[in-house]
Every structure is written in C-alpha cells, then in structure tokens.
C-alpha cells in the first residue's frame, strides 16, 4: 500500500527489453534506498513494482531495478519511457506512517490524457480526459491518483460522447515534487480511481439495480 504522497522523481537509467517484458533501472537520490530489500514494493508512476535489484552510485545517487511484465507494459504508461523520462516514485508505507494522501494500492484502473494546460505563475492547471467506463468515479472534490500522487479533482464534466473531463489545480510543490510539470498536450498518465469511491458506487448500483432504478439514474 502506499498514501500517493510521491518522495522523489527519479529518471530512468537503463531499459532492457527481454521476452515479453522489460527492465528498467530508475536513478534515485541516495536515500530512497535506506533500508530497501530486494522484494519490496515500491511504486513508480502510481504502479506497485517489485525491487529486483539495488546499488548504491556515490554519496547521492542510486538504482533501482525492476522487471515489468506485458499486462503491466499494455495498460499502463511505464510501456512509453525511454532512458531520460522521469517517473514519480514512492516506497511503500510503514505501520504508523503519515496517511498525507489517500490510501492507494499501486494497481492502475485506466488512463487520461492530457487536453488542456494552463500554467500560471502560482499554479497550474491541468485537463485530462478519461474514458467512459470510468466516468461515474470520477466527482468533483474526490481523491484521484495521477502518476501515483494523491490529488483533489476540481471542475468534473460529462462530455457527450460519454467520457469525463476532470480538472487538476496543482500547486508549486507539487510540481517541483513529481513529473506531472513535465507533461505535454497528449501525454497519458495512470489513474488509480480511490477504492472506498468505487466501494460506494458500485454497492449503490446493486442496490437500485435491484429495485429496477438505476438505469434512471444512470449508474
């Protein structure tokens, strides 16, 4: 599990395309190693990966190596690095560990893509569109993880074609914290949909599904 609180971008090393999948080497400041085990999980660009492999380079800097497998490469953006991209990067959490973002288990349901931004000098925003299937998740003022970190939709609209345009205000912080000030007119990233969101939608679905109702309701 991890909280979306993203600890440092790191940038990748190296890329080994092998049978099937790849492996990938992500350079990170020094400290996102203390104490890591090969097997842990940590998560990169919100999708949960396994430490394959760690060193340390100098007194700043280290790697950490991951294989990925083809379903992983197919619905997720980790499919489009190349050497030099930067992905965010959280190491899972620890029992009594700050819950800052929202709880988030690494597993990404879909992606949007970037159709709008506007950068000012205090903050950003950001437009995504998602897919339809995804549409009735998606509120205004709920929690969404965009390349793992745990963000706040604004403005939420239903386009007519059914899918969902969401709205991102992202502060100076954020920015200089994660990969989302890199993104470009037509990037993709990884959306995790918050759990307790889907619990609830879908519970009331059954629900009035069985009442014969939630067509009305469109849900």
Same mark, same amino acid.
């Given at each position: 599990?991890? @909280? !979306? ?6 940038? $990748? ?15 990170? &400041? ?8 090969? =097997?842990?999980?940590? #998560?990169?660009? !919100? $999708?949960?990966?396994? #430490?394959?492999? /760690? %060193?340390?380079?100098?007194?700043? %800097?280290?790697?950490?190596? /991951? ?8 619905? @997720? ?6 050497? =030099?991209? +930067?992905?965010?990067?959280?190491? %899972? ?7 800052? !973002?929202?709880? $988030? ?14 950068? %000012? @000098? ?5 437009? /995504? ?5 995804? *549409?009735?998740?998606?509120? #205004? ?10 963000? @706040?939709? =604004? ?6 074609? !059914?899918?969902?345009? /969401? *709205? +991102?205000?992202?502060? &100076? ?15 993709? $990233? ?6 307790? *969101? ?6 009331? #679905? ?5 009442? =014969? ?7």
């Amino acid at each position: 599990m991890f @909280t !979306g609180i993203v600890q440092s971008t790191g940038q $990748v090393n190296s890329i080994k395309i092998g049978d099937n999948f790849k492996h990938i080497e992500i350079l990170v &400041p020094i400290q996102l190693i203390s104490k890591l085990e090969t =097997g842990a999980s940590v #998560a990169n660009n !919100g $999708v949960c990966l396994t #430490a394959v492999s /760690f %060193s340390k380079l100098d007194s700043k %800097s280290a790697v950490i190596g /991951f294989d990925i497998i083809d379903e992983t490469l197919r619905v @997720t953006n980790l499919d489009s690095l190349v050497t =030099g991209s +930067l992905v965010n990067v959280e190491r %899972s959490m620890k029992v009594g560990d700050e819950i800052g !973002g929202h709880m $988030v288990s690494g597993h990404i349901h879909t992606m949007a893509t970037l159709v709008e931004r506007l950068d %000012s @000098t205090d903050n950003c925003q950001l437009n /995504f569109v998602i897919n339809s299937n995804w *549409t009735k998740y998606i509120f #205004a003022k709920g929690f969404i993880a965009v390349n793992g970190a745990s963000l @706040t939709l =604004g403005e939420v609209r239903t386009l007519k074609n !059914g899918d969902c345009e /969401f *709205t +991102l205000h992202l502060i &100076p912080e954020t920015l200089e914290r994660t990969n989302l000030t890199v993104l470009k007119l037509g990037d993709k $990233v990884n959306i995790e949909i918050d759990q307790q *969101t889907m619990t609830i939608v879908d519970s009331l #679905a059954s629900i009035l599904k069985e009442y =014969g109702i939630e067509k009305k309701l469109n849900l």
